[in-house]
C-alpha cells in the first residue's frame, strides 16, 4: 500500500472516524508536533503499533505509538544511500534506499534493526511496494522487480525501462502502476520475469505516488489528483480529479487520505469517479480537499468535476466525467468521438443530460485533427502520423494502422475512399483509404506555409492556414489543381455548413464550390456550427449563438468557464470541446438571456454593495450611486469623486478603498458628499467596517486598521506584517477576527483585539490562490483562481478547517452568499450559481455569461449585481436558477410540479437525483423545496 510522503505527524493526528463532516462540527484534530530528527521523512509505513519511516539521509526512524499523544522513538538506524521508500511485511523492512538499491532490515527487534540483505538497483531507488515474494521497485530508470523469497539473498527477476524518473510503485494482482514526471505505466507482471508494459497515460503535471484500489489508481500529481480506471489496463481512462498538489496519497477501502504537503483530507472514493471530501484538517505538513457531483458532470478546465442543473437553456447540461478535455470531437448519430492527448475516447450521447463513456483506446502522438467516415476514425497525430482505428463497434475500437505521413499530420477530412492530411510545412497529402487497414499515398501537394485545418466539398478540398486559405480541385487525386486563394488568414478550424464554408469570422458561398463568393461575417469568431438557422460558434471566450442570416436575436455568449475549440450539433443541444473540457449545452431557447440590464458608471467597476434598491459602485472615478428598483432599466443617480475598488455600507456612510479609504455620507443617494480621506501604503481591495474601526485589506501592505469615529478624519492606528509576501485580496469578519484572503498563504486569521497591534494567529493553506471571501453564520466561502469554491468551517475562526469544494468553471474571483446559494464571479465573463444547502458537498448549479470580468457581487431580491470591470454595473436575475424542484421554471414549488413529475413517472426527464429515473427521490425533492424558490 503506497504511503509516500505522508508524512509521521498528518498520520498519527488527523482523526478517522466520522463519514462525514457537518457545517459547523469540531475540526477533525489539532495536529500536533510529536517528534523530529535529522533528515527528510519521505514516506512511512504503519505496522501495528509502530511507524516505519524511510527519513533520507537519516536512515530508517522506528517510532513506538502506543500511546499516540506520547510517542516513544525505538530505534533510529543509519543506511547505506538515502531512505526514499519504506514498506513492512513479516518483521522485514524494505527499504528504496537511493544509490544502494533495495535493503532489507530485520525488525523483529524493533530497538536494534539490522540490514540483512541488499539488492543493488540499476539506478537510484526511489519507492517500493511488495507483493508476495516479490518486491517491485521504481528507479529513475524504470522499474526493477526483485525476488525476495529469501530476503537475504534477493535476486534480480527482471528490469523494464523507462523515461522520465519514476517515482511511485503500486502492484495489485498482476499489474504494477507507476508514477513518473511524464504520466503513469500500467505493466503487466503475471510473469515476474518478463513484465510488459501494457499504456502509457499522460497527466498533467508532475506525478509522485500512486495507490490501487480495486480497479481504480489514485494519483497525487504536482498539478491535481487523479483518479484512473484500470478495467481495461490497455486503454486506462482518467474518470476522476481534484485540482491540488499532491504529494501523497493512501487508499483504504473506500477512503483515501491525501496530503498535499501543507493539508490532509479524507475523501469519500466508493464511486471512484465521483470522489468527495468528508473530513480535512490544515497542518504544517498536509492536506487537500475534492469533490461529489450530482446532475449533469462538467469537465472544466482542469480537469475535476462540476455540477450544473439541466432545467434551463444556455447552462451546461452534461459532460463527460473526469479531466476529459478533448483537441478534438466528431459527432455520428448519437455516438461522440473525442480525441485528447491521451488517445479516443467514445461516448454514447443519446440522452445528452446524461452521456455515457463507452470505449477509449490509447493512441501515440499529439493529436490535432479527426474525421469519423463509415465506422472508420482517422486521427491526425502530428509526429506519428494518421491513425485508422475500425469503430464499428464503438464498445471495442480497433487499431487498425498507423501510417507515416509525408510530415507532421494536423488535420484529416474524408471524402469517399479518399483522405486527405494537411501536415506541418505547407503539404497536402492525398491518401487511398479504401483499404483502411492498407492505406496508400496517392500525392502530395504544396498548400502554403502554415496549413492547419481542411475542410472537403464535392472534389473541391479547402486548406486554411495562419497566412491564407488555399482552393484546390481533386478531382484526379493524383494531381490535385490549386485553383485560388481565399484571401486571408484562417487560424481558426475551417467548418462547412449547408451551403456555405466558414472561415474564422468570414462567411463564403460554395453554391459553386470551386469559386466560393465572400458574403459577410459572423459576428462571432471562431469555430461555427449550424443549428438550423442559427450558428452556434466555439470562441475563446465561451459558445456564441447567432442568427445564420445575420438577421434576428442580438448574438450572445455562453459562458462556459473556458475557451471553445470545436462544436457539433447534437438537435438541440451543442457538444463543445476547450480548455473548459468536453461540454455539452442546450441552446434551443434563443429568448433565455438571465442578463437583464447593465449600465456604464462610466469607468472600471470593481466594488459593489446594495441596499434598498440602490447599488453602490466603486470604480476608477471613485463611487457611483445606482438606483435599481427597476432591474431592467438602472440608473445612475448621484456620484462623489476619488477612486474605487471595493466599497461597505455602514449606516449614513459608504467606505470606498482605493488610493486609500474614503467615508462618503449617501443619506441623500443624489448628492453623496465626501467628508475624509484617508490615504494608505498601498491600494485597497477589501474594507469591512465595525463600529468606529475600519478594516482594509490594503494588498501589498496587508491589513490596516483605520480608527473612523472622526468621519472627516480617518487615523491608521495599527497594522500587522505576514513577514513574508504582504498580499491582501479581500476580508471578512467572524467571530470577532478578521479572516484575510492573501492569494500565496491562503486564509490568514488576525486578532484585531487590539485594533492598534492586530496578529495574525494562524495561516490555514488553500490549494491553489484564493481571491475572495463571503462569510455566513459559521461558514467561509473562498473563490480560489482557476479551482472553484472552498467551504471552511469558521466557528472557531482561530483554527478553520474545509469541510466542502466544488470546481466551479472559469477563474474564479469573487463570492457573494444569500439563501443557500453561492455567487462566484470570475474573470471569464460569467456569474455561476453554487447550492450550498449542503456545505460538504456543494453543487454547481447554473452559469450566467456577463458583459465583462465579474470582479465584486451583491445580492438582493433575486438580483445579483455585478462589477462588471469596463462594463459598468450589469443586474442578473437568478430568482429561478437553481431550483431543482420547479420543474415549471415558474419560481416555485408547487402542485403543478407535483403534476408535471408524474406525468414522466419512470421516465428520465423528470430525474431530480440523477439516477436515471423518475421515482420517490425525485418526488421527495420537490416536496422538500416546496414553496418559492430560494436566492
Not at 597 to 614: C, F, K, N, Q, V
Request: with cysteine; net charge negative; aromatic share 6%.
Amino acid at each position: 500500500m503506497t504511503r509516500a510522503v505522508l508524512t509521521l505527524a498528518l498520520t498519527l493526528t488527523i482523526a478517522l472516524t466520522s463519514p462525514m463532516v457537518p457545517a459547523a462540527a469540531t475540526p477533525p484534530c489539532t495536529p500536533t508536533y510529536l517528534a523530529g530528527l535529522g533528515g527528510r521523512a519521505m514516506d512511512l509505513e504503519i505496522d501495528g503499533h509502530l511507524v516505519y519511516v524511510a527519513n533520507g539521509s537519516g536512515g530508517l526512524l522506528i517510532l513506538d505509538i502506543s500511546d499516540v499523544e506520547h510517542p516513544v522513538i525505538a530505534a533510529v538506524a543509519g543506511m547505506p544511500g538515502e531512505a526514499n521508500g519504506v514498506t513492512v511485511r513479516d518483521a522485514l523492512a524494505y527499504l528504496a534506499a537511493d544509490d544502494a538499491g533495495m535493503l532489507v532490515v530485520d525488525v523483529g527487534r524493533p530497538d536494534t534493526p539490522r540490514v540483512i540483505g541488499q539488492m543493488p538497483t540499476s539506478s537510484r531507488a526511489n519507492h517500493i511496494a511488495i507483493d508476495g515474494p516479490h518486491a517491485f521497485i521504481a528507479t529513475d530508470d524504470g522499474l526493477t522487480v526483485v525476488d525476495i523469497s529469501d530476503p537475504r539473498r534477493p535476486v534480480l527477476a527482471s528490469e523494464v525501462r523507462m523515461p522520465s524518473d519514476p517515482t511511485g510503485v503500486a502492484v495489485a494482482g498482476d499489474l504494477a502502476v507507476v508514477v513518473a514526471f511524464n504520466g503513469l505505466t500500467v505493466i503487466d507482471v503475471a510473469d515476474r520475469a518478463a513484465p510488459d508494459v501494457l499504456s502509457v497515460i499522460n497527466l498533467p503535471g508532475s506525478e509522485r505516488a500512486v495507490d490501487v484500489s480495486g480497479t481504480s489508481a489514485f494519483v497525487a500529481a504536482a498539478y491535481g489528483v487523479f483518479v484512473v480506471d484500470l478495467t481495461e489496463p490497455a486503454a486506462p481512462v482518467v474518470i476522476g480529479d481534484a485540482p491540488f498538489s499532491g504529494m501523497g496519497i493512501l487508499v483504504e477501502g473506500d477512503v483515501a487520505h491525501l496530503s498535499t504537503g501543507s493539508q490532509v483530507f479524507r475523501m469519500d472514493v466508493s464511486d471512484p469517479a465521483n470522489p468527495f471530501v468528508i473530513a480535512g484538517v490544515s497542518t504544517t505538513i498536509g492536506g487537500a480537499i475534492d469533490i461529489v457531483g450530482s446532475r449533469a458532470i462538467i469537465a472544466g478546465g482542469g480537469g475535476g468535476l462540476a455540477i450544473v442543473e439541466l432545467d434551463q437553456p444556455g447552462r451546461i447540461v452534461g459532460s463527460v466525467p473526469g479531466t476529459y478535455n478533448p483537441t478534438t470531437i466528431e459527432l455520428v448519430g448519437t455516438t461522440l468521438f473525442g480525441c485528447d492527448p491521451v488517445g479516443l475516447r467514445i461516448f454514447d450521447v443519446s440522452d445528452p443530460r446524461r452521456p455515457a463513456p463507452r470505449s477509449a483506446l490509447a493512441l501515440v502522438g499529439t493529436i490535432r485533427g479527426m474525421a469519423v467516415r463509415d465506422g472508420i476514425a482517422y486521427v491526425a497525430a502530428w509526429e506519428n502520423g494518421l491513425h485508422i482505428i475500425d469503430v464499428r463497434n464503438p464498445d471495442e475500437p480497433v487499431l487498425l494502422t498507423t501510417f507515416g505521413t509525408a510530415g507532421f499530420a494536423l488535420d484529416v477530412e474524408v471524402a469517399g475512399t479518399i483522405a486527405y492530411v494537411v501536415y506541418q510545412y505547407g503539404g497536402l497529402q492525398v491518401i487511398d483509404v479504401s483499404d483502411p487497414a492498407s492505406p496508400v499515398s496517392i500525392s502530395t501537394t504544396p498548400a502554403g506555409p502554415v496549413p492547419v485545418s481542411i475542410a472537403v466539398r464535392d472534389d473541391i478540398v479547402y486548406v486554411g492556414s495562419g497566412t491564407d486559405a488555399r482552393i484546390f480541385d481533386v478531382s484526379d487525386p493524383a494531381a490535385p489543381v490549386a485553383l485560388g486563394f481565399l484571401g486571408a488568414s484562417y487560424t481558426v478550424k475551417l467548418s462547412l455548413g449547408r451551403d456555405r464554408l466558414y472561415a474564422g469570422n468570414l462567411v463564403f458561398d460554395i453554391g459553386d464550390p470551386a469559386r466560393p463568393a465572400l458574403i459577410g461575417t459572423v459576428p462571432l469568431h471562431g469555430h461555427v456550427a449550424e443549428l438550423g438557422d442559427t450558428l452556434v460558434v466555439g470562441m475563446s471566450s465561451g459558445l456564441g449563438v447567432a442568427a445564420r442570416e445575420g438577421s434576428g436575436p442580438t448574438p450572445r455568449i455562453i459562458g462556459t468557464g473556458g475557451g471553445i475549440g470545436e462544436v457539433a450539433v447534437l438537435g438541440r443541444y451543442v457538444c463543445a470541446a476547450g480548455g473548459g473540457g468536453l461540454r455539452i449545452i442546450d441552446i434551443v431557447d434563443p429568448t433565455f438571456e438571465c442578463l437583464l440590464a447593465s449600465t456604464g458608471t462610466p469607468h472600471r467597476a470593481e466594488g459593489i454593495a446594495s441596499r434598498d434598491g440602490l447599488a453602490y459602485v466603486a470604480d476608477d472615478a471613485g463611487l457611483a450611486i445606482v438606483d435599481v428598483a427597476d432591474p431592467a432599466h438602472p440608473a445612475m443617480i448621484g456620484r462623489a469623486v476619488g477612486s474605487g475598488n471595493c466599497v461597505a455600507l455602514s449606516g449614513d456612510l459608504a467606505y470606498v478603498g482605493g488610493d486609500g479609504l474614503m467615508i462618503v455620507d449617501v443619506r441623500d443617494p443624489t448628492h453623496p458628499a465626501v467628508t475624509g480621506w484617508v490615504d494608505t501604503p498601498s491600494g485597497a481591495r477589501g474594507v469591512v467596517v465595525d463600529g468606529d474601526l475600519a478594516y482594509v485589506a490594503d494588498y501589498a501592505s496587508f491589513l490596516q486598521v483605520i480608527d473612523v469615529s472622526d468621519k472627516t478624519n480617518p487615523i491608521i492606528i495599527g497594522s500587522v506584517s505576514t513577514g513574508g509576501l504582504d498580499l491582501a485580496e479581500d476580508l471578512a469578519m467572524v467571530g470577532g477576527m478578521l479572516l484575510v484572503v492573501n492569494p500565496v498563504f491562503g486564509i490568514q486569521t488576525v486578532d484585531v483585539s487590539d485594533p492598534t497591534a492586530p496578529v495574525i494567529v494562524t495561516t490555514t493553506p488553500t490549494p491553489v490562490w484564493a481571491r475572495g471571501i463571503a462569510v455566513s453564520g459559521d461558514l467561509a466561502y473562498v473563490a480560489l483562481e482557476w479551482s472553484g469554491l472552498l467551504v471552511m468551517d469558521v466557528s472557531n475562526p482561530a483554527a478553520p478547517f474545509t469541510i466542502g469544494w466544488a470546481r466551479v468553471p472559469g477563474r474564479s474571483w469573487t463570492v457573494e452568499v444569500s439563501g443557500g446559494r453561492a455567487y462566484v464571479g470570475d474573470l471569464f465573463g460569467a456569474v455561476h450559481v453554487v447550492d450550498v444547502s449542503q456545505p460538504a458537498r456543494p453543487v454547481v448549479i447554473g452559469s450566467v455569461s456577463t458583459g465583462d470580468r465579474a470582479l465584486e457581487l451583491a445580492a438582493r431580491d433575486g438580483l445579483i449585481l455585478i462589477a462588471g470591470d469596463a462594463a459598468g454595473l450589469e443586474v442578473i436575475d437568478v430568482s429561478t436558477c437553481g431550483c431543482p424542484g420547479d420543474l415549471t421554471g415558474d419560481g416555485w414549488i408547487d402542485a403543478a410540479d407535483i403534476a408535471a413529475l408524474l406525468g414522466v413517472w419512470g421516465t428520465p426527464e423528470g430525474d431530480l437525483d440523477g439516477d436515471g429515473t423518475t421515482g420517490p427521490p425525485d418526488l421527495s425533492i420537490v416536496l422538500a423545496g416546496w414553496g418559492r424558490c430560494p436566492v
